[in-house]
């Protein structure tokens, strides 16, 4: 998919890197600049996040340059309009990087998915900042978009891991009444009170004097699922009733509220990158591209470093790690189906 990935720390020093051909960046939303400089021969696009991760460091400032190689496509599409998309039947791969607070991300995810030749796996996460509200950052060097994709498909195969180490605090519960990606009623009460009187008996956190989101972070919601682990749906907001998740709920979901250690965290990540290179050659692997949460990487402050090198010891030291903090993940780690994650770890080897 990509024949060449590297960082800089500033706009101005894109064209040390640029040769002729096609660029995906990724940019740390700390980066200052205003719009995208134009070089001949040289096609760019990209997103911006809240950090970008290169080997073993994250950076809240700088610039993954990711070069396509001549095996790649890439696309911007309107996600109200996913049916612009028109894959080869050799396709095997996709990275895809969505607007993170766009409403249509299920809705999105189901049309693209369902367009794809059967086997083809698709890896990626959303774009956005860590205000939490919607702004256009999906960009190539004419604008920026607002409820965009970036869509890159590849004849290429990669190997993806998805885990995310929380585990059962509280629970079953029913989600029993829900809009989209709004909880409104979880047992025939108010979402927001069940939630509320569970954290506050298992910890000395108070919503009244601590942040929503620091709160949230720690006790996400899980999905029950058959035979699987939780889908993880972070709670984003509350006006006091209902919660606002980082993702699409049906109504009659089975929830548990969920708590993380950071030993079964790190133990995840460690996992997620060994599924994802069990049916990939050594030989085979340019780099590993990691997706990461962003509540999952202010959870773990000072220890996400050892995240990183948790998956970093499952490859050979020459092999690059890069990627994003990113705003909900996504991948099919299997043939049922593409899934929006939060708070998770997904691991693809390239």
Wanted: charged content about 25%.
């Amino acid at each position: 998919m990509f024949d060449h990935i590297s960082f800089v720390k500033r706009i101005e020093d894109l064209h040390v890197k640029l040769k002729k051909g096609s660029y995906l960046l990724l940019i740390a939303e700390e980066t200052p600049f205003l719009e995208m400089p134009k070089y001949e021969d040289v096609s760019l696009c990209g997103a911006i996040f809240p950090r970008v991760v290169f080997k073993d460091k994250t950076y809240a400032s700088g610039i993954i340059v990711a070069k396509l190689n001549p095996k790649a496509a890439l696309q911007i599409i309107d996600m109200d309009n996913p049916y612009q998309l028109h894959p080869t039947a050799e396709t095997n791969s996709v990275l895809t990087i969505v607007d993170g607070f766009s409403t249509q991300i299920a809705d999105f995810l189901e049309a693209i998915y369902s367009l794809l030749p059967e086997n083809a796996k698709l890896i990626g996460g959303g774009a956005g900042k860590t205000c939490l509200i919607q702004e256009p950052v999906i960009f190539d060097t004419y604008r920026f978009y607002m409820n965009a994709a970036i869509i890159i498909t590849s004849s290429s195969t990669i190997g993806i891991g998805v885990k995310h180490g929380w585990n059962s605090l509280f629970g079953p519960f029913i989600a029993t009444t829900c809009k989209g990606n709004l909880l409104e009623k979880i047992n025939y009460k108010d979402a927001f009170s069940v939630y509320k009187e569970a954290i506050e008996k298992d910890s000395d956190m108070r919503f009244e004097s601590t942040p929503f989101f620091k709160i949230s972070q720690r006790y996400p919601l899980g999905i029950v699922r058959y035979n699987k682990d939780f889908l993880v749906r972070e709670p984003m907001t509350t006006n006091g009733t209902n919660l606002s998740l980082a993702g699409k709920l049906d109504e009659n979901s089975v929830l548990s509220i969920l708590k993380g250690e950071k030993e079964d965290l790190l133990q995840a990540a460690t996992e997620a990158a060994e599924i994802s290179r069990s049916d990939k050659e050594d030989e085979t692997i340019q780099s590993v591209f990691l997706v990461d949460c962003l509540s999952r990487y202010a959870l773990l402050d000072t220890y996400f470093k050892e995240e990183v090198h948790a998956i970093s010891k499952v490859f050979d030291k020459k092999t690059i790690i890069w990627g994003v903090i990113s705003l909900g993940e996504i991948a099919n780690d299997n043939q049922e189906g593409i899934e929006f994650y939060n708070n998770t770890c997904v691991v693809g080897t390239l």
